[in-house]
């Protein structure tokens, strides 16, 4: 049976295990030697050959060398940190070296696959250190039948494999393509021996299958002319292809892989850990109202920091509003002691009678004496609109000309519907500023390879620029080089440039000034005809 030291320090390398695989950059690093140093401290752990802490610290060693083998200009590097392993970047690593990091994985995954693979060290030394009880190298059927543990590690693998065979040309191909990257239109320069190599390296790939054979046939020419020979593409194109992180050979492509892979791994076999704390109920409870009233206070402080508190206006919009005389407030009859102007009494009792609803408005307001509070409320009568209008008998009988029945009836206006087509020029012009903003200018060596294709190939040959030319100009159309050829052209950037040729603009002109002579000619023999 295992001790009670043994058992903590167990639970306490499982736990940094699982931080360190689902952790990136320095936090990785901290957990990487905290995790090293715990484990040497436990000499009997070390000799484990199966279960959760054999597991775990392979584990760990194989985080720790992917880690470490990032490139002298990205942090963080395990270098420095005093990591045992090889920690070199990868582009400087031989095919043992890929080999041997192949293998690691493999062998993770076949230990990862058994039946004990979450065997504690209590289970392990349970029957007094009769480990035959107790271990069980089976394989877990439910695990293996998972895509994590063939298809995706197939994936992996081939990933490895191929940067196995590009290990003996991956560091001069970096190398080469930082110090010549401002040569854009020459040919990378490689030694005579190290092309030759490339050369048998592709014409000989043998992989597991044909389909990825073709596949790793085509990352090797990528990085060739495409007219055949073995002529590697400029410093620039070079280093474009190998910063692309969406190609197979990219370094960052590998790491995320293996990182998704390993942690479904982790996440699958073994389970979460968390930390165990006392339980205060008291103290949550009130530490959880402490909380909610902090909350409360910088939300009321950022209201009042960005709207104006509607409150003072609200309150004097209310005193202004006209009430009933219940309300103590001036009431919107009209009553016989307020004094008024004669004048305007006189046209107010006029509008009054002639008004066909003003008998409906003196009972709504007696009705309205007789309200509940709630229905009180409701200050202003709903206007009158003209399909409402009811006239009596006398008032047709004393209109006559019918313009006067229009002149009486009230300016009801209409909604008015607008409607606005899709294709509106304020959308246009929006649509058309939008395209203009995300317009992007043309770098110093896109111009360079639209000048180079044309020393090549001539003017007009856009498309064939555009083919040559295909990773440097891969966000640009034919019709954008073309612009940005007269674009050089207007500005006097292609004076001293030799275009493929030129005798094709020399026959033009010849041809353009026979037809003029040709012209003049007929004319003259018209005019003597006529």
């Given at each position: 049976m295992a001790s009670v030291g043994q058992v903590v320090t167990e639970n306490c390398l499982e736990f940094i295990a699982q931080q360190l695989v689902f952790s990136n950059g320095e936090s990785r690093l901290e957990y990487c030697k905290l995790f090293r140093e715990l484990h040497s401290?436990?000499?009997?752990?070390?000799?484990?050959?199966?279960?959760?802490?054999?597991?775990?610290?392979?584990?760990?060693?194989?985080?720790?060398?992917?880690?470490?083998?990032?490139?002298?200009?990205?942090?963080?590097?395990?270098?420095?940190?005093?990591?045992?392993?090889?920690?070199?970047?990868?582009?400087?690593?031989?095919?043992?070296?890929?080999?041997?990091?192949?293998?690691?994985?493999?062998?993770?995954?076949?230990?990862?696959?058994?039946?004990?693979?979450?065997?504690?060290?209590?289970?392990?030394?349970?029957?007094?250190?009769?480990?035959?009880?107790?271990?069980n190298p089976s394989i877990d059927e439910a695990r293996s039948q998972s895509k994590w543990y063939s298809d995706n590690l197939y994936r992996v693998v081939d990933l490895l494999t191929l940067q196995e065979k590009l290990a003996p040309f991956r560091e001069n191909l970096e190398s080469m393509s930082w110090y010549f990257n401002d040569e854009?239109?020459?040919?990378?320069?490689?030694?005579n021996d190290l092309v030759v190599e490339y050369m048998e390296t592709l014409d000989n790939l043998q992989c597991r299958n044909e389909a990825l054979t073709k596949d790793f046939q085509k990352v090797f020419r990528i990085f060739l002319k495409s007219d055949g020979t073995d002529t590697f593409r400029s410093p620039a194109t070079i280093r474009g292809l190998l910063d692309d992180h969406t190609k197979a050979y990219?370094?960052?492509?590998?790491?995320?892989?293996?990182?998704?892979?390993?942690?479904?791994?982790?996440?699958?076999?073994?389970?979460?850990?968390?930390?165990?704390?006392?339980?205060?109920?008291?103290?949550?409870?009130?530490?959880?109202?402490?909380?909610?009233?902090?909350?409360?206070?910088?939300?009321?402080a950022r209201l009042r920091e960005r709207v104006e508190d509607p409150m003072s206006e609200t309150v004097a919009a209310a005193t202004l509003a006209q009430l009933n005389k219940e309300g103590k407030h001036p009431s919107p009859m009209p009553s016989g002691d307020e004094p008024q102007d004669d004048e305007h009494s006189e046209k107010e009792n006029d509008r009054t009678e002639r008004s066909p609803s003003n008998t409906t408005a003196v009972k709504k307001y007696k009705r309205r004496r007789g309200m509940s509070p709630i229905t009180?409320?409701?200050?202003?009568?709903?206007?009158?609109?003209?399909?409402?209008?009811?006239?009596?008998?006398?008032?047709?009988?004393?209109?006559?000309?019918?313009?006067?029945?229009d002149e009486v009836l009230p300016d009801v206006r209409r909604p008015i519907q607008v409607r606005t087509s899709p294709g509106t020029p304020s959308k246009k012009k929006r649509s058309q500023e939008k395209s203009y903003q995300g317009r992007r200018v043309w770098s110093d060596i896109e111009k360079q390879a639209v000048k180079d294709g044309i020393i090549r190939f001539g003017v007009g040959m856009w498309a064939r620029i555009k083919n040559d030319k295909g990773v440097i100009l891969r966000d640009r159309t034919s019709g954008q080089i073309k612009d940005c050829y007269r674009t050089m052209k207007r500005r006097g950037e292609l004076d001293n440039i030799e275009e493929a040729w030129p005798e094709r603009k020399k026959l033009t002109e010849e041809e353009k000034e026979e037809g003029k002579e040709q012209e003049k000619v007929d004319e003259k023999g018209e005019q003597e005809d006529k």
């Open positions: 401290r436990e000499s009997t752990l070390k000799n484990l050959s199966y279960g959760k802490l054999h597991n775990l610290s392979k584990i760990s060693e194989f985080v720790e060398l992917m880690e470490g083998a990032r490139a002298d200009d990205q942090e963080p590097c395990l270098s420095e940190q005093g990591s045992p392993h090889n920690t070199k970047p990868f582009y400087k690593w031989k095919p043992f070296d890929w080999k041997a990091f192949r293998g690691r994985l493999t062998r993770i995954q076949m230990s990862m696959l058994r039946e004990d693979a979450n065997a504690t060290v209590d289970d392990i030394y349970r029957h007094n250190g009769d480990r035959n009880n107790s271990e854009a239109s020459e040919p990378l320069p490689l030694p990219s370094f960052t492509l590998l790491r995320n892989r293996v990182d998704k892979l390993i942690r479904r791994w982790v996440s699958d076999v073994f389970q979460p850990v968390t930390i165990v704390g006392r339980a205060n109920p008291e103290a949550a409870v009130e530490e959880s109202q402490t909380d909610a009233l902090q909350r409360l206070q910088r939300s009321r009180k409320g409701r200050m202003l009568d709903k206007k009158r609109s003209a399909t409402r209008l009811d006239f009596t008998q006398s008032d047709d009988e004393e209109i006559e000309d019918p313009e006067v029945q």
